[in-house]
């Protein structure tokens, strides 16, 4: 944990801030702009990668029962997880399909808390930032919107992944605000 602590704290920059409304508004700029370059509910079945481009077979969830569709372009970009790709029928080398399948995924978890007010920012003029600390949360993230508002406020009081992750993951949600609000 010390090293963890140490490492972050060399190399992160505490201060996070994040487009007004959260991260996911990111994703809804792009539904915005380019709704008409955007498939929506395409389930992909089969990505084939030749010498002139890529096609890329989909069945639309909506319709399951609809015929399956096909879309060709020069690039496809994929940020499919590794751990769903390797599902779907693509036409990558043998040792790129046990690559893919080695990649290990990290049990996480994340503890967010609801205060009737901010008092982060009322009482200890926290604006923002993370707190690290050795104890199972292993840090605390202070919201960057709403800043200098009244009223309620909401802050993650838990992240981490790893050995930790396995107790907190295995409680009740209940017993999760607790523990978080015990070592908060």
């Not at 380019?34 to 929506?40: G, N, P, S």
């Not at 309620?152 to 295995?170: H, M, P, R």
């Amino acid at each position: 944990a010390d090293i963890y602590n140490n490492y972050t704290v060399h190399v992160h920059q505490p201060a996070m801030f994040q487009p007004v409304g959260g991260m996911g508004k990111i994703g809804d700029a792009f539904t915005r702009e380019c709704r008409d370059m955007i498939t929506f509910n395409a389930k992909v079945t089969k990505i084939n990668q030749d010498e002139t481009g890529v096609t890329v077979d989909y069945i639309n969830t909506d319709n399951p029962e609809s015929m399956r569709k096909s879309v060709r372009a020069d690039w496809c970009i994929c940020t499919i997880p590794l751990s769903i790709l390797t599902q779907i029928d693509i036409n990558v080398s043998e040792p790129m399909k046990q690559a893919m399948a080695a990649v290990p995924y990290d049990s996480s978890y994340k503890v967010g808390l609801e205060f009737k007010r901010r008092f982060w920012e009322e009482d200890e003029w926290i604006y923002g930032g993370i707190t690290y600390t050795d104890l199972p949360i292993t840090q605390i993230s202070y919201p960057s919107q709403d800043l200098f508002s009244s009223g309620s406020g909401v802050l993650l009081g838990a992240y981490g992944f790893g050995e930790a992750s396995y107790k907190f993951n295995s409680l009740t949600p209940k017993e999760r605000i607790s523990a978080a609000l015990e070592y908060g």
